[in-house]
């Protein structure tokens, strides 16, 4: 049986919280109306099939994901699930609260996801019920309350996944130099394609930016951008029938066979032979 808890508010404001506990199909892209939805997994594993490949993922993790992204997951016998949309809560509006801004949504990196530590269940567990009592709770305080209990869910979230990908390595404002970089890849992707252009936006130098992702990962600033693209390629060529020099022009490449090359360097299959894939 499958469990809807539904808030709406005077000025849009939508909330809604979903138990899963059957066999269910969830898949999201932009034809639905939430923005933004977090997935908690309740199975013992759960398979997601995301961007043409298919993974395991164990009991207790959680997705974060946007319109931006394409998935299925599959075999969810069990699992919750929160949608809210900017009305209700604005990630970006709230940044200085939350710092979610670039790496759980609007981030350059494909699909954020993390697994709640053992010590940090019970938080999670907590926090749930109190949601879960606050949408039955009928009264003028409902709205503050829910967005407070949201509030406190994606802080919890933004701290373990913080702690999962090593931004305990670095200094607050370099942690935010970071979540800027990735949310400026994420918007400007198609028409920006160096280090340096986004440097420039962010006041800093190439060198700068370079040195601060040198300490967090192995991949660099400049494979960000260009994973982004790629990423942007196969779905225009998976998800349209747009040609590869609609394509090619829509990235911001000057011609098919320069973006030919690009993909070929990166897929090791050219536009068209993935194409022929799908």
């Not at 199975?43 to 993790?61: A, H, Q, R, W």
């Not at 929160?82 to 009305?87: G, L, S, T, V």
């Amino acid at each position: 049986m499958n469990i809807i808890m539904l808030f709406e508010g005077p000025n849009n404001e939508y909330l809604q919280l979903q138990v899963i506990s059957n066999n269910c199909h969830i898949s999201y892209d932009k034809s639905l109306s939430f923005p933004l939805i977090f997935i908690w997994t309740k199975d013992e594993c759960s398979e997601l099939f995301y961007e043409g490949v298919t993974k395991e993922f164990p009991i207790n993790t959680i997705f974060c994901f946007t319109a931006f992204h394409r998935l299925t997951l599959n075999n969810l016998t069990k699992a919750r699930v929160i949608k809210f949309n900017r009305e209700f809560y604005c990630v970006l509006d709230h940044d200085k609260d939350v710092s979610c801004k670039g790496i759980l949504f609007y981030g350059a990196n494909q699909l954020p996801y993390f697994k709640i530590p053992e010590v940090e269940l019970e938080k999670f567990e907590l926090l749930w019920s109190m949601f879960e009592i606050e949408m039955e709770t009928k009264d003028k305080m409902q709205l503050e309350m829910l967005q407070t209990m949201l509030k406190r869910f994606i802080i919890l979230c933004t701290r373990i996944y913080k702690a999962q990908y090593h931004f305990d390595r670095l200094q607050t404002n370099e942690a935010d130099l970071i979540r800027d970089f990735n949310f400026l890849v994420e918007q400007y992707f198609k028409t920006k394609h160096t280090v340096k252009e986004y440097a420039d936006l962010l006041y800093k130098s190439p060198k700068t930016i370079n040195n601060l992702f040198a300490k967090l990962s192995s991949e660099t600033p400049l494979e960000i951008i260009h994973n982004r693209k790629l990423l942007e390629a196969r779905r225009l060529i998976r998800y349209t029938n747009k040609n590869i020099k609609e394509i090619a022009y829509e990235l911001g490449f000057e011609d098919m066979q320069a973006f030919s090359r690009f993909f070929k360097k990166l897929e090791k299959i050219s536009p068209s032979e993935f194409r022929k894939l799908q």
